[in-house]
């Protein structure tokens, strides 16, 4: 049976090139960066090396780079280290409604430690109403994070606009570009933001490796305490191999963002078009035009997306889901509700993520596949059963 | 993450479907939450469930639970097919993820509806209030 892997948002595979400069980190070049010898020498050499890498990908410099061991802890860093730095300002802090959970629950914790967050609505595509955050934004707002582009939906935000409107204000600027960086052009200055957090693993590089860029001259608490590294505001000993990885797949990201974004751009319009062609009742997610590359989301009116899931899944077709049933808390991706989407839509939700080992016939087998497995679900659906009964009385 | 009894019942459910002049029809659930199941019942003259038919709108769980309730009430009298517990569908099917054991739940309700929807047709039991049930912790809202 073909199999086909389609949620490259949840995971990429590691680059070959990616993995042979990771390895000698793991045996060879086994010093600690901190230690005052040759072997500590070689692994802190590679280390800011990568940090080059990583600050060229986003346009930033190198000391403008802290490395974290993902885009959650990064993203922790940025709510909860910023909003500590600036807290003799002010208490309040803005984010969207559709943030990812390590910026919305960070934000939380923030709310328990006295501070107050104001959620930014978005519209039904997914884009954050900048009129609605210019209103929101008080005198003692210290902090706004807006992410760069949803995971989930793959609309991508305004973030220049949005950073015009919080530059006439004290406040910082943070970004969640953890879907973006490596993925799409992404440039500090041009997005105006003061900090912005990423991830190695969307990018074909190593889990366990993210980063948090912080513009020289804002100050960020640590939320690790320890001795000297990453210039002290992250304690304890880098993660050689995998800073090397993010390195890495930094620099061939950099090099091949454009044939990357072509090919995963045709993949994702021959996904979209041939499944709302070839399926009644779905509804393409997230901005029509203004999406990331590989992103392709959509609700199935009647069933729900566990279910679809799994029997894609028996093809050999591997994706993701924001319904209830995939997630622990069992409710609806808060990211389709703040859409405006109705939860019984929204718990229909199948999200497809195009790699770069994706192929124009992964997607004609995907269209192949899906109708049947569709039209099963819906003859065992009580939903369909009504909508088929009030469509037939109206 | 699911025994293969529950993929089994998920990937070749048994008893789908609707009965036209069913004698009892059971729901339970709400999409907006997650899963909702519908039971149909025909109940022979020594009060046998002599068919038993369901249609879901949920997770493999769900499926899987629906069509082994399906099986397991089919044949039983209204006596015997009332004391399908969830823990009795849930051990049927080899277990259930701890987060997916609210599934067996609204089975073995929605099926209970059905047998008291027919009850009450009967003459044989009062009509109860409609109510939307949640486990303990869950809810409906969505943010």
């Given at each position: 049976m073909r199999q086909v892997y389609l949620d490259n948002a949840a995971a990429t595979p590691l680059l070959p090139e990616v993995l042979e400069a990771m390895l000698p980190y793991f045996s060879k070049i086994y010093g600690n960066p901190q230690s005052i010898h040759g072997w500590g020498d070689g692994a802190r050499d590679a280390v800011e090396e990568s940090r080059g890498k990583v600050a060229d990908l986003i346009g930033g410099?190198?000391?403008e780079i802290i490395f974290t061991s993902s885009g959650t802890e990064a993203n922790n860093l940025a709510i909860k280290g910023l909003a500590q730095a600036q807290q003799t300002k002010g208490k309040h802090i803005l984010i969207s409604s559709i943030e990812h959970f390590s910026v919305a629950n960070a934000a939380k914790t923030m709310e328990k430690r006295g501070f107050e967050i104001t959620h930014i609505p978005v519209d039904?595509?997914?884009?954050?109403d900048i009129d609605k955050l210019a209103a929101a934004?008080?005198?003692?707002?210290?902090l706004v994070s807006i992410m760069h582009?949803?995971?989930?939906?793959?609309t991508i935000q305004d973030i220049k606009r949005i950073s015009q409107v919080v530059k006439k204000t004290g406040a910082v600027f943070h970004t969640d570009a953890v879907a973006t960086a490596g993925t799409i052009p992404v440039n500090v200055a041009d997005l105006g933001v003061d900090a912005l957090s990423m991830a190695a693993n969307p990018f074909y590089g190593p889990k366990g490796a993210g980063a948090l860029w912080v513009r020289k001259g804002t100050r960020v608490i640590p939320l690790l305490d320890g001795g000297v590294q990453e210039g002290g505001r992250r304690g304890g000993t880098e993660d050689v191999p995998a800073i090397v990885g993010m390195g890495k797949a930094a620099e061939l990201a950099r090099r091949d963002m454009k044939s990357r974004i072509e090919h995963l751009s045709f993949l994702r319009d021959r996904l979209i078009k041939g499944l709302i062609s070839g399926i009644d009742h779905v509804i393409l997610t997230g901005h029509p035009q203004n999406r990331l590359p590989c992103n392709a989301s959509f609700c199935v009116e009647f069933i729900e997306g566990e279910s679809m899931l799994m029997m894609l899944s028996a093809k050999g077709v591997a994706v993701s889901s924001g319904s209830a049933c995939t997630s622990r808390a069992l409710k609806a991706s808060h990211v389709l509700t703040a859409m405006g989407l109705p939860p019984e839509i929204a718990q229909g939700s199948l999200l497809f993520s195009m790699g770069l080992e994706s192929t124009p016939e992964d997607i004609d087998y995907v269209l192949e596949v899906m109708p049947p497995i569709v039209e099963r679900l819906r003859q065992m659906s009580p939903l369909y059963d009504k909508f088929l009964k009030e469509k037939k009385g109206g | 993450m699911y025994s293969e009894k529950v993929m089994d019942h998920f990937s070749n459910p048994r008893n789908v479907g609707g009965i036209k002049d069913a004698d009892g029809i059971g729901e339970e659930g709400n999409p907006v939450c997650g899963d909702m199941m519908t039971f149909y019942i025909k109940v022979d003259d020594k009060d046998r469930l002599s068919d038993v038919k369901f249609k879901t709108f949920g997770c493999g769980a769900a499926i899987a639970v629906s069509s082994m309730v399906s099986e397991m009430a089919k044949g039983k009298t209204i006596e015997e097919a009332q004391k399908i517990t969830p823990e009795l569908v849930a051990k049927e099917l080899d277990g259930l993820p701890k987060n997916k054991f609210h599934c067996s739940n609204l089975g073995a309700q929605a099926l209970n509806k059905a047998i008291d929807n027919y009850l009450v047709k009967q003459g044989r039991k009062e009509p109860s209030p409609e109510k939307h049930e949640h486990e303990e912790g869950e809810s409906c809202e969505t943010n």
């Open positions: 410099q190198p000391e039904k595509h997914g884009l954050v934004i008080r005198n003692d707002t210290i582009a949803n995971g989930e939906v793959g | -």
